[in-house]
């Protein structure tokens, strides 16, 4: 078991004293720190932007809003159209492409298409299933019977 560490109980090292700073020293303190800045001028010269400075608050605030809601409608502005542009071409290149190819390449690819999938497709559109599955109800009832179903409040 470990002593309990007491403060008291050790020796304090002695310190150093202080040296006093020299004669005058907090005097000439703000002007040596004053003279190692840079100059307004030089500063003012070496940005180009000083007739910015020379604006007043309201109109700086004016011209960055200004700017920002440029930019912003620039963004929207140029991305709009393009965007439209791709998707339509994708979509024609997808139509050209028999519909038994597209299925036949979904299951042997190493593409996994899950029921989730499906349902946003059939979501968006309902009727999309009825140009491709041809299936009566005593086929659909055979097929859903076939499936394991290890939860029995689904039977």
């Given at each position: ?8 109980e ?54 960055a ?10 963004s ?13 071409v ?11 190819e597209?299925?036949?390449y ?19 559109d ?11 109800e ?12 290890e939860d029995?409040?689904?039977?």
């Open positions: 078991m470990k002593p309990s560490f007491k403060l008291d050790h020796p304090r090292r002695p310190r150093p004293l202080l040296s006093e700073p020299p004669v005058g020293y907090f005097d000439q303190l703000p002007m040596r720190v004053m003279a190692r800045l840079p100059q307004a001028e030089a500063r003012e010269a070496a940005t180009g932007w000083g007739w910015l400075a020379r604006l007043s608050p309201a109109l700086r605030t004016g011209l809003s200004v700017a920002v809601l440029g930019g912003f409608a620039a929207f502005y140029l991305s709009g159209p393009q965007a439209a542009g791709p998707a339509g994708a979509a024609t290149s997808l139509d050209a492409v028999p519909r038994t597209l299925v036949g979904l299951l042997t690819s190493g593409a996994r298409v899950e029921n989730s999938d499906l349902v946003v497709l059939t979501a968006a309902p009727n999309l299933t009825n140009g491709f599955l041809h299936a009566s005593a086929e659909l009832t055979e097929a859903l019977d076939a499936q394991p179903s029995l409040t689904y039977l």
